[in-house]
T-cell receptor, first 110, second 113 residues
Framework: RKEVEQDPGPFNVPEGATVAFNCTYS??????FFWYRQDCRKEPKLLMS???SGNEDGRFTAQLNRASQYISLLIRDSKLSDSATYLC???????????FGTGTSLTVIP | DADVTQTPRNRITKTGKRIMLECSQT?????MYWYRQDPGLGLQLIYY???????NKGEISDGYSVSRQAQAKFSLSLESAIPNQTALYFC????????????FGEGSRLTVL
């Protein structure tokens, strides 16, 4: 079983739509949670960390459910520039290792 | 200039050849990592290092070796490349006290024929 699992998509949504991605993780001792964004053939970059109480950054909202061991990312008012692959990342053992999901592909259509 | 630099960016080689991928960083971070990315598999950790004297195997270290020549340099070697090592390789760094942000190089695309 993979440490971190994501629906690979693809998600194709019109501009202005709201889209949500989920991610599940297997290790209940996981301590830190993140969403990264990866553009085609580029390196991953941190989009946002995910905190226990949930957090928001502009159009992006991240939620953590420790009891069910899943993380979500909500994107409101989708822009063309949001088209990318979104990677769920989990770490434990004080960040000694980071485990990546396979990524969810999003295409925002004009 | 990029904070995390990988060379070469692209390499085509033949089975059995020795290959070295190099990574250097100007971020002053202690922690450095090598990942490989394959379609449908996500990023998998090959090796990681928390300082010059510390080297640790990751999930998929077989067939690879690393060298941490200095705080800023971490190289990955394939002693005898095989076709299933064809992948996109990323070097990454993080700060010791980091809350988790990894800073990635632009990647090295390796093709083994």
């Amino acid at each position: 079983r993979k440490e971190v699992e994501q629906d690979p998509g693809p998600f194709n949504v019109p501009e202005g739509a709201t889209v949500a991605f989920n991610c599940t993780y297997s290790n209940s001792a996981s301590q830190s949670f993140f969403w990264y964004r990866q553009d085609c053939r580029k390196e991953p970059k941190l989009l946002m960390s995910v905190y226990s109480s949930g957090n928001e950054d502009g159009r992006f909202t991240a939620q953590l459910n420790r009891a069910s061991q899943y993380i979500s990312l909500l994107i409101r008012d989708s822009k063309l520039s949001d088209s990318a692959t979104y990677l769920c990342v989990v770490s434990w053992n004080t960040g000694n290792q980071f485990y990546f999901g396979t990524g969810t592909s999003l295409t925002v259509i004009p | 200039d990029a904070d995390v630099t990988q060379t070469p960016r692209n390499r085509i080689t033949k089975t059995g050849k020795r290959i070295m991928l190099e990574c250097s960083q100007t971020k002053g971070h202690d922690r450095m990592y090598w990942y490989r990315q394959d379609p449908g598999l996500g990023l998998q950790l090959i090796y990681y290092s928390f300082d010059v004297k510390d080297i640790n195997k990751g999930e998929i270290s077989d067939g690879y070796s690393v060298s941490r020549q200095a705080q800023a340099k971490f190289s990955l070697s394939l002693e005898s490349a095989i076709p299933n090592q064809t992948a996109l390789y990323f070097c990454a760094t993080s700060h010791t006290a980091s809350t988790g942000e990894l800073f990635f190089g632009e990647g090295s695309r390796l093709t083994v024929l």
